[in-house]
């Protein structure tokens, strides 16, 4: 009996060698046929796209740097007049700024209490999860610009459609990660409120939110500084703030390049800026919680 096993032994390894790479070699010819079909797809795609494009983007390459090349030497030209210009096209970086902030808040809000409805062991209508989160990937689902275009419709431009537009699609992004989050949280403070006859708010309030308050806040924060640049793009369709300057600015062409410069030196500070801050305080949030 033991010559059997000890004679079986050395097949049985090279059986489940030979098992394992038969399988690597599968998975790398899967992988293989999947690059291969991905990168026919791109260049299908591509060449579609440029056959129906009204220029032709290798007729057009050639070009590229044209237009940047124009606003950077009149901007240069004109660099004396920059710091007033700076000065001039501030205020509209404060509304840009405002609706970026009071969107985040908002959606925030919305985003908790999608998550909280949406979440195994945290919903107060267990049966009502699926219809939450598809209330959540609807929201997240429809770009900002297109929900602004057809408030902008309704309401006429300004921020205000910048607003709401940014607002909806961040409650539907932040109520995904805030879902992910209160799913990993302890279900022990829930239970034992609920043991003295807590209501269903006063469990989230005092049992969950504290838990996931420090990751909440990190990708609050990180959200902001996405509808930073959301709410300078949305401009351009007539949402107010500095994108519509902006727009206005590339419009109008040559004359006019070095307010066009001045906005991108004013909203590139103000993006770089509030990444570093926001990353700092995310950081802090983080390390604060692992400790």
């Not at 009204?54 to 007049?81: C, H, M, Q, T």
């Not at 429809?142 to 909806?168: H, K, Q, S, T, Y």
């Amino acid at each position: 009996m033991a010559d059997v096993s000890i004679g079986s032994a050395p097949q049985s390894v090279n059986t489940i060698q030979s098992e394992y790479m038969a399988q690597v070699q599968r998975r790398r010819l899967y992988s293989g046929l999947t690059l291969l079909i991905f990168v026919v797809l791109m260049v299908a795609g591509f060449d579609i796209a440029d056959s129906r494009n009204a220029g032709g983007f290798w007729d057009g390459i050639a070009n590229i740097g044209a237009y940047p090349g124009d606003v950077l030497s009149e901007a240069w030209e004109k660099r004396a007049d920059l710091p007033a210009l700076i000065a001039k096209y501030f205020p509209a970086l404060i509304e840009t700024i405002n609706i970026a902030a009071v969107s985040t808040i908002i959606g925030a809000c919305g985003g908790v209490v999608l998550s909280l409805l949406s979440t195994r062991g945290l919903a107060k209508w267990p049966r009502l999860i699926p219809l939450f989160r598809r209330i959540s990937d609807i929201m997240r689902a429809v770009p900002e610009i297109v929900i602004a275009l057809v408030l902008i419709f309704v309401l006429g431009g300004g921020p205000v459609p910048a607003m709401i537009a940014i607002a909806i699609h961040t409650a539907g992004a932040l109520g995904k990660l805030f879902s992910e989050v209160s799913e990993n949280a302890d279900l022990k403070p829930v239970e034992g409120l609920a043991s003295t006859g807590a209501s269903w708010l006063q469990r989230m309030l005092l049992g969950v939110i504290p838990q996931v308050a420090p990751n909440y806040v990190s990708y609050a924060l990180l959200r902001f500084e996405i509808n930073i640049r959301a709410s300078a793009i949305l401009g351009f369709v007539g949402a107010g703030g500095i994108g519509y300057e902006l727009r206005n600015a590339m419009a109008w062409g040559p004359g006019r390049f070095d307010e066009a410069a001045a906005i991108f030196i004013l909203l590139f500070s103000t993006i770089v800026f509030f990444d570093q801050v926001s990353s700092r305080y995310r950081n802090r949030l983080t390390e604060g919680q692992a400790q």
